[in-house]
């Protein structure tokens, strides 16, 4: 496959699962308020639906070690993946979560579960075919394909929720899951020399206390973003009584942010290293999600959500980045999908926590609760970055 289509794959692949991640973070909140349901069991059907991602180790192991069929190691469960997707999405304009409140949880799962095989299978066949010197670049694709779902999606979304119906909503986003199947049954697994081939005693590397500090932080700084953007729009509608499609709007506005931040996400870390990298970003992030408590204008809400977004950005690119780069060849997938999938457990943990928190304390007090939490990073990164790595890690 041409470098450049490869490129598009992954980009359109990750547009498909920001879309869907921008929905749940940013509007899903919106959606479920229509029926009446309050930000506690908001927060509870967002972490339901990152139960998958934490699951998303399984979904590493199948794919790394059975061969689906003799049709390979990744391009059929990421087909999979995206199906499931689909009908899920067909399926939600049919249920009532107020009356089926279980139901609309099972589907989430359903559709989440079926995003998380894809995920992780797209990123085992970026690790099968990306080499080192291009390994920042893919992940600033990866994280600035979703970034560009969320921005396309949000927008698009908010009007025709305004426009039409929540349905018309459901059904452009099953659209834009479509968009990567041609080139996902275009593409080929990579052969993989004997030595990178599945091998069980790679998983001593998860003994590492380096692997585990860096699992923690991964946990860490996705409870804060993710938390932390799941407030943003009920924010702004409680206090300006904002649209559908302002609401879309906001969300687009907060992934051109993250766009920006991923493209440079990579940069910095050939720059400035992997260590220097996490600090900046930590602290980029808590200036930003401090600045969002002062929101007090319509117009100082789109300059402050806009860094909020650029922070997000950054530090997720910077973490992948660090994350593909520590993982074993042999077990690329299932390794990768832990430290994600221990990421995803604090996303799952901050969404629930973060709706708690305003729906007891307010949107402010939050905001500056998440803000300080990314100090707790600090202690972690003498583990993730000892002497051994000090050249590497700048």
Same mark, same amino acid.
């Given at each position: 496959?041409?470098?450049?289509?490869?490129?598009?794959?992954?980009?359109?692949?990750?547009?498909? @699962?920001? $879309?869907?991640?921008?929905?749940?973070?940013?509007?899903?909140? &919106?959606? !479920? @308020? +229509?029926?009446?349901?309050?930000?506690?069991?908001?927060?509870?059907?967002? +972490?339901? $639906?990152?139960?998958?991602?934490?699951?998303?180790?399984?979904?590493?192991?199948?794919?790394?070690?059975?061969?689906?069929?003799?049709?390979?190691?990744?391009?059929?469960?990421?087909?999979?993946?995206?199906?499931?997707?689909?009908?899920?999405?067909?399926?939600?304009?049919?249920?009532?979560?107020?009356?089926? *409140?279980?139901?609309?949880?099972?589907?989430?799962?359903? !559709?989440?579960?079926?995003?998380? &095989?894809?995920?992780?299978?797209?990123? #085992?066949?970026? !690790?099968?075919?990306?080499?080192?010197?291009?390994? #920042?670049?893919?992940?600033?694709?990866?994280?600035?394909?979703?970034?560009?779902?969320?921005?396309?999606?949000?927008?698009?979304?908010?009007?025709?929720?305004?426009?039409?119906?929540?349905?018309? #909503?459901?059904?452009?986003?099953?659209?834009?899951?479509?968009?990567?199947?041609?080139?996902?049954?275009?593409?080929?697994?990579?052969?993989?020399?004997?030595?990178?081939?599945?091998?069980?005693?790679?998983?001593?590397?998860?003994?590492?206390?380096?692997?585990?500090?860096?699992?923690?932080?991964?946990?860490?700084?996705?409870?804060?973003?993710?938390?932390?953007?799941?407030?943003?729009?009920?924010?702004?509608?409680?206090?300006?009584?904002?649209? *559908?499609?302002?609401?879309?709007?906001?969300?687009?506005?907060?992934?051109?942010?993250?766009?920006?931040?991923?493209?440079?996400?990579?940069?910095?870390?050939?720059?400035? #290293? @992997?260590?220097?990298?996490? @600090?900046?970003?930590?602290?980029?992030?808590?200036?930003?999600?401090?600045?969002?408590?002062?929101?007090?204008?319509?117009?100082?809400?789109?300059?402050?959500?806009?860094? *909020?977004?650029?922070?997000?950005? !950054?530090?997720?690119?910077?973490?992948?980045?660090?994350?593909?780069?520590?993982?074993?060849?042999?077990?690329?997938?299932?390794? *990768?999908?832990?430290?994600?999938?221990?990421?995803?457990?604090?996303?799952?943990?901050?969404?629930?926590?973060?709706?708690?928190? $305003?729906?007891?304390?307010?949107?402010?007090?939050?905001?500056?609760?998440?803000?300080?939490?990314?100090?707790? $990073?600090?202690?972690?990164?003498?583990?993730?970055?000892?002497?051994?790595?000090?050249?590497?890690?700048?």
């Amino acid at each position: 496959m041409k470098k450049n289509t490869r490129y598009a794959l992954f980009a359109t692949v990750y547009l498909a @699962q920001g $879309a869907i991640m921008s929905y749940f973070t940013s509007l899903n909140a &919106l959606y !479920l @308020q +229509t029926y009446g349901l309050g930000m506690d069991k908001i927060g509870l059907i967002g +972490t339901i $639906a990152m139960i998958p991602f934490v699951l998303k180790i399984f979904f590493g192991l199948l794919s790394d070690k059975v061969n689906f069929f003799q049709l390979g190691h990744r391009k059929p469960y990421i087909l999979i993946g995206l199906v499931i997707q689909i009908v899920c999405l067909l399926i939600v304009p049919s249920i009532d979560p107020a009356q089926d *409140f279980g139901l609309f949880a099972l589907n989430a799962f359903i !559709l989440m579960a079926g995003m998380a &095989l894809y995920d992780t299978c797209t990123d #085992g066949l970026a !690790l099968d075919t990306t080499e080192p010197e291009d390994e #920042g670049k893919i992940q600033g694709i990866m994280v600035a394909g979703r970034a560009l779902g969320m921005v396309l999606i949000s927008a698009v979304l908010g009007f025709l929720v305004d426009k039409y119906s929540w349905s018309a #909503g459901f059904i452009s986003l099953a659209v834009l899951t479509a968009i990567p199947i041609p080139m996902v049954l275009r593409t080929k697994d990579a052969e993989k020399p004997v030595e990178k081939q599945f091998n069980w005693a790679a998983f001593k590397e998860f003994k590492k206390t380096s692997i585990i500090a860096l699992g923690l932080l991964g946990a860490l700084y996705s409870l804060i973003i993710n938390g932390t953007s799941q407030l943003v729009n009920p924010f702004l509608e409680s206090k300006f009584a904002i649209s *559908f499609t302002q609401a879309g709007l906001v969300a687009s506005v907060l992934g051109v942010g993250i766009v920006v931040g991923s493209l440079g996400g990579g940069r910095l870390i050939d720059k400035l #290293g @992997q260590k220097r990298s996490v @600090q900046l970003s930590l602290i980029v992030t808590l200036v930003a999600v401090a600045l969002l408590s002062l929101i007090s204008t319509p117009t100082i809400a789109w300059i402050l959500v806009f860094i *909020f977004g650029v922070a997000f950005g !950054l530090y997720e690119t910077v973490y992948f980045a660090i994350a593909m780069r520590e993982t074993d060849e042999r077990i690329a997938a299932t390794m *990768f999908s832990v430290l994600m999938a221990v990421a995803n457990l604090g996303t799952g943990i901050g969404l629930g926590v973060s709706g708690a928190m $305003a729906e007891g304390f307010g949107y402010p007090v939050t905001f500056i609760v998440l803000a300080l939490l990314n100090l707790l $990073a600090l202690p972690l990164l003498p583990a993730i970055f000892g002497r051994r790595k000090k050249s590497a890690a700048g």
